[in-house]
T-cell receptor, first 111, second 113 residues
Framework: QKEVEQDPGPLSVPEGAIVSLNCTYS??????FMWYRQYSRKGPELLMY????GNKEDGRFTAQVDKSSKYISLFIRDSQPSDSATYLC???????????FGTGTSLTVIP | GAGVSQSPRYKVAKRGQDVALRCDPI?????LFWYQQALGQGPEFLTY????????KSGLPSDRFFAERPEGSVSTLKIQRTQQEDSAVYLC???????????FGSGTRLTVV
């Protein structure tokens, strides 16, 4: 079993829709949680970085962490065609340096 | 520099050939990481440097893989006697310090034929 599980999709939504992306994990020691966006043939770009449980909002993006369920989510409001990319979740231990990534979810926003 | 720079962007190697991949991190970032990303997969950790010290190399898949960062800035990932299974995108990332996320480069796409 992988440390981090993520549905690879693909996910296709109309412009303006609310998108929900999710990851589950098995290691309760994870404390830092991140979401990255990766465009084709580019490196991952950090979107959201949260510590422990709770919500964090940044513009159209909201990250949620539920440590009791070992479940994290990224919500994208008013989705745009420019949001079309692969979204990767990542996490690490409190004292660790290595980030564990999900496989990524491919998202297409249709104009 | 403004971002993490990796070179070359693309590398085709014949099986058995040695390759060297370069990473130039953001100026002042003490932490540097190498990740391997296979097609359709998330990045997988290879190794981590803090300044010039290689503190974790647990992700290197075999002794054919070697990384260095002799002066605490530019890093090189070397793969000896490349095999087809080494074909992947090799991502370098740097970080200002603990508590921050990584900034990734665009990667080097290695194809072993």
């Amino acid at each position: 079993q992988k440390e981090v599980e993520q549905d690879p999709g693909p996910l296709s939504v109309p412009e303006g829709a609310i998108v929900s992306l999710n990851c589950t994990y098995s290691n309760s020691a994870f404390q830092y949680f991140m979401w990255y966006r990766q465009y084709s043939r580019k490196g991952p770009e950090l979107l959201m970085y949260t510590y422990s449980s709770g919500n964090k909002e940044d513009g159209r993006f909201t990250a949620q962490v539920d440590k009791s369920s070992k479940y994290i989510s990224l919500f994208i409001r008013d989705s745009q065609p420019s949001d079309s990319a692969t979204y990767l979740c990542a996490m690490r231990w409190n004292t660790g340096n290595q980030f564990y990534f999900g496989t990524g979810t491919s998202l297409t926003v249709i104009p | 520099g403004a971002g993490v720079s990796q070179s070359p962007r693309y590398k085709v190697a014949k099986r058995g050939q040695d390759v060297a991949l370069r990473c130039d991190p953001i100026s002042g970032h003490v932490s540097l990481f190498w990740y391997q990303q296979a097609l359709g997969q998330g990045p997988e950790f290879l190794t981590y440097f803090q300044n010039e010290a290689q503190l974790d190399k647990s992700g290197l898949p075999s002794d054919r893989f070697f990384a260095e960062r002799p002066e605490g800035s530019v890093s090189t990932l070397k793969i000896q006697r490349t095999q087809q299974e080494d074909s992947a995108v090799y991502l370098c990332a740097s970080r200002r310090g603990a508590g921050y996320g990584y900034t990734f480069g665009s990667g080097t796409r290695l194809t072993v034929v």
